[in-house]
C-alpha cells in the first residue's frame, strides 16, 4: 500500500488470481491510486471464511477482513459471473460478515439507545465505524456474449452494500472474456475498470445522500438496475424493493422509493420490526422451546464418512512452535483469526485469552 491524501480503497478480488476479475480490479485501484489514494487487495479466494460447524475447528480470517472493511473509505469489488451471479466467496462474505452487525440503521439505533441508558432487546455487536460514509463501485465479468448469462450479478453485488448504507457510485459489467486472462484483449474494459476507479476515488470521504452516481443510467432510480418485479401494474425494484407502476405507455413511474433497502428510511424500519419480533418472541420463548423440542427426536440425518487427515508436526516457527498439517490449527504465533472468534460474537483477544486459560 503507498501514502496518499484521498482515503483508503478497498479492493475484494474474488476470482482466480491474476485471472480477468483480478486484472480489472487491478487496473481500477491503479487509476484510483494514481488520483491519491491509498490501495490494497485482498483475494477472497485465500481468506479462511469458514461457511458452518463443519470447518469452524479452522482458523478464522472473519476479523481480519471485518477490520478493513470497516477501515476504508471506498470499496471496489470484483467477480467473476458464474451462471448468472457472482464467485462464491462473494456470497460467503455477505452471509458471515454483512448481516444486523454491519447495519448502519441497526448500529445507530443501538447507539441512540445506550445513550439513554437502555439495552434493546437484540443484543447486536456494535462497531460504530460501521457509521462511517463509504463509496463503492463494482465489477463483474463474464465469458458469454448474451446478456440472460449475466441478470443477477449486479444485483447479488449490491447486497455487500446495503447494510452498511455504502453509496454504488459506478458499476459495470463486461463480456467475451471465455478464456483464463481473456480480458487484456479488451483495452475498452481495462478502461472502463480505470474510469470506475477513478470515479470511487473522486467520492472519499462523501455523505451518502451527497454521492454523486457516475455509473450507466438504469431504470430504478435508487440501485440503477433494471431487473424488476411485476405484480399486474405494480412495479418492484427486484434489487432494492423501490416500488412504481406500471403505465399503459409500458412506462414506469416511481412512486415510493422508502422502500427500497437502500434507504435508510427502510433501513430504520427493518431495525424496529427486528427489535419489535424478538421482543414477542422473548415473551412466548417457553412456549417456542416446548414445540421445538417436538422435532429433536425426528433425526434422518445422513452424514459423509470421513477418513482423517495425517497430523505432520513441524517444522517449528521462529518461535518454536508448530501448526498441525491438515488439522486447521496454527502455529501459536500465527494466530490472526481465531475459530473460536466467531464475528459479533467473542473478539480475537477474548479468545486468546480463553485459550491460555
Request: proline share 6%; with cysteine; charged share 25%.
Amino acid at each position: 500500500m503507498t501514502s496518499g491524501t484521498g482515503g483508503r480503497v478497498l479492493g475484494l478480488g474474488c476470482g482466480q488470481p491474476d485471472g480477468s476479475a483480478e486484472i480489472l480490479l487491478k487496473a481500477a485501484l491503479r487509476a484510483a491510486e494514481g488520483e491519491g489514494a491509498d490501495v490494497e487487495l485482498v483475494r477472497l479466494d485465500v481468506l479462511r471464511l469458514p461457511s458452518g460447524a463443519a470447518e469452524a475447528v479452522e482458523p478464522d480470517d472473519a476479523w481480519w477482513l471485518w477490520e478493513r472493511l470497516v477501515e476504508c473509505d471506498g470499496l471496489i469489488v470484483s467477480t467473476p459471473i458464474i451462471s448468472r451471479t457472482v464467485a462464491a466467496r462473494l456470497k460467503l462474505l455477505g452471509d458471515r460478515l454483512l448481516g444486523p452487525n454491519a447495519d448502519a440503521a441497526i448500529i445507530a439505533g443501538l447507539l441512540a439507545l445506550r445513550r439513554q441508558g437502555r439495552e434493546p432487546a437484540v443484543p447486536f455487536r456494535v462497531d460504530e465505524r460501521v457509521l462511517k460514509p463509504r463509496v463503492a463501485g463494482f465489477l463483474a465479468v463474464g465469458g458469454s456474449l448474451t446478456p440472460q448469462w449475466k441478470t443477477l450479478t449486479l444485483p447479488i453485488m449490491h447486497t455487500t452494500t446495503f447494510s452498511m448504507h455504502i453509496a454504488v457510485v459506478d458499476q459495470v459489467q463486461f463480456a467475451g472474456a471465455g478464456t483464463p486472462r481473456s480480458v487484456v484483449l479488451d483495452a475498452d474494459a481495462l478502461d472502463r475498470a480505470a474510469v470506475l476507479g477513478r470515479n470511487v476515488a473522486s467520492q472519499l470521504g462523501v455523505a451518502f445522500d451527497e454521492a454523486r452516481y457516475l455509473g450507466p443510467p438504469g431504470l430504478c432510480p435508487m440501485c440503477h438496475l433494471d431487473v424488476v418485479a411485476l405484480h399486474g401494474a405494480d412495479v418492484e425494484c427486484a434489487t432494492c424493493g423501490a416500488r412504481g407502476q406500471l403505465g399503459p405507455d409500458l412506462q414506469v413511474t416511481w412512486t415510493d422509493l422508502s422502500t427500497s433497502v437502500i434507504s435508510m428510511d427502510e433501513k430504520q424500519a427493518h431495525a424496529v420490526e427486528i427489535q419489535e419480533t424478538a421482543e414477542r418472541h422473548r415473551q412466548l420463548r417457553p412456549e417456542i422451546e416446548q414445540r421445538a423440542r417436538a422435532f429433536e427426536s425426528y433425526d434422518r440425518t445422513v452424514r459423509p464418512l470421513r477418513t482423517p487427515l495425517p497430523v505432520w508436526r513441524g517444522p517449528r516457527s521462529s518461535s518454536g512452535a508448530t501448526g498441525r498439517f491438515g488439522s486447521g490449527e496454527p502455529a501459536e504465533d500465527d494466530r490472526v483469526g481465531e475459530a473460536t472468534a466467531v464475528l459479533g460474537q467473542v473478539a480475537p483477544d477474548r479468545a486468546r485469552r480463553a485459550r491460555r486459560e
